[in-house]
């Protein structure tokens, strides 16, 4: 089941990268990959939320768990997938984004 959620998440944070690589704005970018993080990193949920938070600090966390140094489950697969342009393009969203409660 664990391995379902983390093959479908891996599935959609690819599909996303593939349709933010198509060449669109970087805000819709954003969208279509941070929109993904908050299926597990919704406001008020048992996850660390995201929304609001520094967009410098958010792409220092992904490029770790990216590297290897930040340890994780489901976290270095993920960042694992997404390259320096597409982790500030995130971080930025995330980040201007309004904590939603
Ligand atoms: C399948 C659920 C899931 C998805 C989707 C997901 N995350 Fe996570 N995230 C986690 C878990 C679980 C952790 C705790 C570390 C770990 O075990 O990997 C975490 C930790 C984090 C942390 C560290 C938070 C802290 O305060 O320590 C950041 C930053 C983060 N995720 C960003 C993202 C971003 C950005 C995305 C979208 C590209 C994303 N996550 C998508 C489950 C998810």
Redesign the pocket.
Known sequence: MKRR??LF?AT??SLAARTAAAGDSPDLAGFV??S??L???AAGGA??P?EGREAVG?AE??DG?RDGTRA?????R?ARG?DDAQIAR??AW?AAREVSR
């Open positions: 959620v983390i998440c959609l944070v990959l941070g993904a993080c299926t597990c990193h996850i660390a995201l958010l966390q992904l768990f994780g489950t489901v976290m270095p993920l997404l995130i971080a995330l």
